[in-house]
């Protein structure tokens, strides 16, 4: 109750001037504003695209993002500093999450980066 700020003052039982508190955490936690969007997204095209489309089936299809970035950013920084073990080890881990996966987008920026996803 430490992060909740009062919202405006009312008076009490008592007559007394006291801050109006409201819980809005609930509302907005990012989890739940995130699963609100990808579900009106669904019925949205849903509902303009394709009457038929199975939104459980959708929604129970695991998928997987690879894009690290430009190499301008602090992602692709820290991918180029990687020592080669730890390269494999992740190159293991990525061959690991294709297969786990029913779908695989790849984000990247360039045909040179999309390559080894490619290829796995």
């Not at 969007?37 to 089936?57: F, G, Q, T």
């Not at 602090?74 to 190159?91: D, F, I, N, P, Y």
């Amino acid at each position: 109750m430490e992060s909740i700020e009062c919202v405006g003052w009312e008076k009490n039982e008592k007559n007394l001037l006291l801050p109006r508190v409201v819980d809005l955490s609930a509302l907005m936690d990012p989890h739940r504003l995130a699963e609100g969007a990808v579900d009106l997204n669904l019925k949205l095209m849903r509902w303009r695209l394709v009457p038929s489309l199975d939104l459980d089936a959708i929604c129970a299809t695991k998928c997987l993002i690879l894009g690290s970035g430009t190499l301008g950013c602090s992602v692709g920084r820290g991918l180029l500093a990687w020592v080669k073990e730890k390269c494999r080890q992740e190159v293991q881990l990525l061959e690991q999450l294709i297969d786990d996966n029913d779908v695989v987008f790849l984000l990247m920026d360039t045909r040179e980066s999309r390559w080894l996803p490619t290829v796995l």
